[in-house]
Structure formats: C-alpha cells, structure tokens
C-alpha cells in the first residue's frame, strides 16, 4: 500500500495561473501516461525535459479549441453524473506526498466523501472503439490509477 503524506485539497480553478504553478511543482495525474511512455502524443523524454526547464511548448490555437471543447463538454456532462451519483461533485485538486514525491491530481469531479470520482473524456473514433469492446485506452488508465492514489 502506498503511504501518503501530508495530503492536502486545493480549490484551484484549471487553467488559472494559481493552477498552472502548483502544476509546475508536482507530479501530475495527467501526466502519469507521458511518464509511462504511453501517451500518444507526448514522449516521456519529452516530459522529463518539460520537467527539467520549466518550459512546455506553446499551447497552439488548434490544442486550445480541443482543450476548450473538452472544459465544455466536461461541464456539460457533470451534472449527469450527479445525477447518475445522485450527489454533488466538485472540482478539486488534491495532492500529497509519497516518498519526497509531490503527486496531484485535478478532478473533473470528486463527491464531498471521495467516495465517488467523475473522469470525463470527449470521445473520438479511437477511444469510442475502446469503450465499445470494454476497455479504457492504457493512458486514460494511468491518468485514473493516480487519481485513485
């Protein structure tokens, strides 16, 4: 079992330039699929130097209107979700050390008891063939195992 320490729940709003710099300084759950060299998109030698230097590449304007959808999208299916939780979920960012480690993960969703998780993912033709044969694509996975952390 995996011991935490000093576990702490932020209010950050994403995006924001209060969010951005506690990411900068922690082990994101949304990077856990870069550093198991399974994300896509992002190589894990890539992440390690993003890491290193502080410097991410520029966000361009075709990332920022998939990134837009997916905060709209995700805004729009939260409320189904309590619904399908019959509860309220929050936005939140917790974070806590293991073994001099700062982990973090932000949360689309999280009930007052975090009993109850909401992950939401806009779907496209790779991961809705995933969803219908059962599966979660290897770095949604990753993502979700941290969060559970």
């Given at each position: 079992?995996?011991?935490?320490?000093?576990?702490?729940?932020?209010?950050?709003?994403?995006?924001?330039?209060?969010?951005?710099?506690?990411?900068?300084?922690?082990?994101?759950?949304?990077?856990?699929?870069?550093?198991?060299?399974?994300?896509?998109?992002?190589?894990?030698?890539?992440?390690?130097?993003?890491?290193?230097?502080?410097?991410?590449?520029?966000?361009?304007?075709?990332?920022?209107?998939?990134?837009?959808?997916?905060?709209?999208?995700?805004?729009?299916?939260?409320?189904?979700?309590?619904?399908?939780?019959?509860?309220?979920?929050?936005?939140?960012?917790?974070?806590?050390?293991?073994?001099?480690?700062?982990?973090?993960?932000?949360?689309?969703?999280?009930?007052?008891?975090?009993?109850?998780?909401?992950?939401?993912?806009?779907?496209n033709i790779e991961?809705?063939?995933?969803?219908?044969?059962?599966?979660?694509?290897?770095?949604?996975?990753?993502?979700?195992?941290?969060?559970?952390?």
């Open positions: 079992m995996i011991e935490l320490t000093d576990r702490r729940i932020l209010k950050l709003e994403p995006d924001s330039p209060e969010w951005h710099d506690h990411r900068q300084k922690c082990f994101n759950a949304s990077e856990a699929p870069m550093m198991m060299n399974c994300f896509p998109n992002v190589k894990r030698s890539d992440l390690l130097k993003y890491k290193a230097t502080g410097k991410w590449p520029d966000v361009s304007t075709f990332q920022q209107r998939i990134f837009d959808k997916g905060h709209k999208f995700e805004a729009i299916a939260r409320p189904w979700a309590e619904e399908i939780f019959d509860d309220d979920l929050f936005q939140n960012v917790i974070c806590a050390e293991h073994d001099d480690l700062l982990l973090s993960a932000s949360f689309d969703g999280l009930d007052m008891w975090e009993v109850e998780s909401f992950e939401h993912k806009t779907l991961n809705t063939k995933d969803f219908d044969n059962g599966k979660i694509a290897l770095y949604y996975r990753c993502q979700m195992e941290q969060q559970m952390i």
